[in-house]
T-cell receptor
Framework: AQSVTQLDSQVPVFEEAPVELRCNYSSSVSVYLFWYVQYPNQGLQLLLKYLSGSTLVKGINGFEAEFNKSQTSFHLRKPSVHISDTAEYFC????????????FGAGTRLFVKA | NAGVTQTPKFQVLKTGQSMTLQCAQDMNHEYMSWYRQDPGMGLRLIHYSVGAGITDQGEVPNGYNVSRSTTEDFPLRLLSAAPSQTSVYFCASILGTVNYGYTFGSGTRLTVV
């Protein structure tokens, strides 16, 4: 069975500072990895995904994430955040050959301060 | 393109009442799921469907039923509402070839009193 752990429930950061949101996963098979963003009172929106190939993936809004198979991690980063990045971010995992069942982490609330 | 449409957006039920949350997508996606979102718990999978006529249980299926008579529609039925079912419910879909990530609806906020 898969599981996802987001190591920080809340991350406060000042505007224009860098940020890293941490995600670790557990699975006995190869996986696909995702980050989703949820703005207040909205549904989730896909931020980026890792399916195969380069371990550094770039997404929308200047975010990127790095897949580290040996550490079973998929941390999300942005070099300079904006107030508008304030949202909740979810890491998710899906088995490559297990259909499309996707397991989500508990979420990390990013709060960007002026 | 409307994407994934959920209705209603808000609902208050009394304990023991039943209701159906509607979900429709116009993208010809084969795979559809229902999740519930509770504070500090992320999203938990209730039921999913890999295509018309095929459904299966997720992590937290008790108290919920689903059906998939068409590719477009995937309604979620609460049989006898309980306060523990107070949550935000999201429907989501994937095209159905490779998991390129979900398209989510905007959610239904359900309160059971």
């Amino acid at each position: 069975a898969q599981s996802v752990t987001q190591l920080d429930s809340q991350v406060p950061v000042f505007e224009e500072a860098p940020v890293e949101l941490r995600c670790n996963y557990s699975s006995s098979v190869s996986v696909y990895l995702f980050w989703y963003v949820q703005y207040p009172n909205q549904g989730l929106q896909l931020l980026l995904k890792y399916l195969s190939g380069s371990t550094l993936v770039k997404g929308i809004n200047g975010f990127e994430a790095e897949f580290n198979k040996s550490q079973t991690s998929f941390h999300l980063r942005k070099p300079s955040v904006h107030i508008s990045d304030t949202a909740e971010y979810f890491c998710a995992v899906s088995e490559e050959t297990g259909g499309f069942k996707t397991i989500f982490g508990a979420g990390t609330r990013l709060f960007v301060k002026a | 393109n409307a994407g994934v449409t959920q209705t209603p957006k808000f609902q208050v039920l009394k304990t023991g009442q039943s209701m159906t949350l509607q979900c429709a997508q116009d993208m010809n996606h084969e795979y559809m799921s229902w999740y519930r979102q509770d504070p500090g718990m992320g999203l938990r999978l209730i039921h999913y469907s890999v295509g018309a006529g095929i459904t299966d249980q997720g992590e937290v299926p008790n108290g919920y039923n689903v059906s998939r008579s068409t590719t477009e529609d995937f309604p979620l039925r609460l049989l006898s509402a309980a306060p523990s079912q107070t949550s935000v419910y999201f429907c989501a879909s994937i095209l159905g070839t490779v998991n390129y990530g979900y398209t989510f609806g905007s959610g239904t906020r359900l309160t059971v009193v």
